[in-house]
């Protein structure tokens, strides 16, 4: 069905920002909801942010206010805008496509993950 590949991760400083891109592909890609979850090890994988077929959105509550999610139906991608990053934040960052939701058991297709690093 839907192929996801994510990019844009990198190292960064405490206070700045990175912009993660998912460029989705295959039948019916636009009809999708996509989601961003983010995984460190020893932990499950943690929701962030995710946005619906009309734009809804919908955040985590440790990125929001600091995280935007938002999509370009015209070239089958969708962004995280990711600002005021901490050490907390790093994480390899996973986007998913499906029927919105904050559970990862719900998404049926994901990218390869990219990883985001925050130095302190």
């Known amino acids: 069905q839907v192929q996801l590949v994510e990019s844009g991760g990198g190292l960064v400083q405490s206070g700045g920002s990175l912009r993660l891109s998912c460029a989705a592909s295959?039948?019916?890609?636009?009809?999708?909801?996509m989601a961003w979850f983010r995984q460190t090890p020893g932990k499950e994988r943690e929701f962030v942010a995710v946005i619906n077929i009309f734009g809804g959105t919908t955040y985590g509550e440790s990125v929001k206010d600091r995280f935007t999610v938002s999509r370009d139906d015209a070239k089958n991608s969708a962004y995280l805008q990711m600002t005021d990053l901490k050490p907390e934040d790093t994480a390899v960052y996973y986007c998913?496509?499906?029927?919105?939701?904050?559970?990862?058991?719900?998404?049926?297709?994901w990218g390869q993950g990219t990883q985001v690093t925050v130095s302190s």
């Open positions: 998913a496509a499906g029927s919105p939701s904050f559970r990862a058991r719900d998404y049926s297709a």
């Open positions: 295959g039948r019916i890609r636009n009809a999708y909801a």
